[in-house]
């Protein structure tokens, strides 16, 4: 151990040895923290694909959900426009019968007959 101790300060081409030991570790050290910012480069840019893919996902299920209302909506629409269609055709029914009865009414009225009514 003294001979390692007294060489290493008796030789001069061990100065330029811990120099290049020194840069060496100098380098080991960038290229750490350069490693490092490039692990939370990508992680950072894992983390915003998985944002913007929920966001792409919760926008393509509100799409859906607001389709399916809107579906919804006009099921419901077009059954009460049936329904109001049924209403409007038997309205029209019922003046068509009132009317060809009365016209039936005034033939018979005019050979001087009438409709049977019971009475009860």
Not at 97 to 111: A, T, V
């Amino acid at each position: 151990m003294s001979m390692t101790t007294a060489l290493r300060f008796e030789s001069g081409n061990l100065g330029q040895t811990l120099q290049k030991s020194l840069e060496r570790e100098h380098q080991r050290i960038l290229k750490d923290e350069q490693q490092a910012q490039r692990v939370k480069d990508i992680n950072l840019d894992v983390d915003s694909n998985l944002k913007a893919e929920w966001a792409e996902n919760l926008e393509e299920a509100s799409m859906k959900k607001m389709y399916k209302i809107n579906l919804d909506k006009i099921k419901h629409e077009l059954d009460y426009g049936k329904k109001s269609f049924v209403m409007v055709r038997r309205a029209a029914l019922q003046e068509l019968l009132e009317k060809e009865h009365k016209q039936y009414e005034m033939e018979l009225r005019n050979m001087e007959k009438a409709f049977y009514v019971k009475r009860t």
